[in-house]
């Protein structure tokens, strides 16, 4: 079973890697771009066949190594 | 409007920073973990009406700088 994680920084955290990458693509010409945040993207397989099993674990994969809970969110879709 | 981009290695690219992480979540005891990669996710958003125009735009931010396109794949997906 497959899993995809989707790590953002919180909202009101700053994102200086997104800054620069932002004024990179302002300078090359790219107008019209409002603005560009970076995260993290994992791909998570797991050999449990129960889904809500399989997400609960991929869940506490998050909470204890993945995801740094105080700056980041973290979406967890099923691929 | 908001655009995901999700940045993924190439499936025959090495991946030692995923390979870390799965080390350590079979060391914290999760098992049946099969394989986990890691990669980038970006979420920009352009001011452009037309979605066509602005996906294109996005993919051209994608090719000229934020996938180094020898060994990643990416996705772009409207938010």
């Given at each position: 079973m497959k899993f995809s994680i989707t790590v953002t920084l919180k909202k009101d955290v700053l994102d200086p890697q997104g800054k620069v990458v932002?004024?990179?693509?302002?300078?090359m010409?790219?107008?019209n771009l409002k603005s560009i945040r970076q995260g993290k993207h994992f791909e998570v397989e797991?050999?449990?066949k129960d889904q809500t099993l399989a997400e609960k674990k991929v869940d506490m994969m998050c909470k204890k190594l993945l995801v740094n809970l105080i700056i980041e969110d973290y979406k967890i879709t099923k691929i």
């Open positions: 932002q004024n990179t693509l302002i300078n010409g790219m107008n797991v050999e449990d």
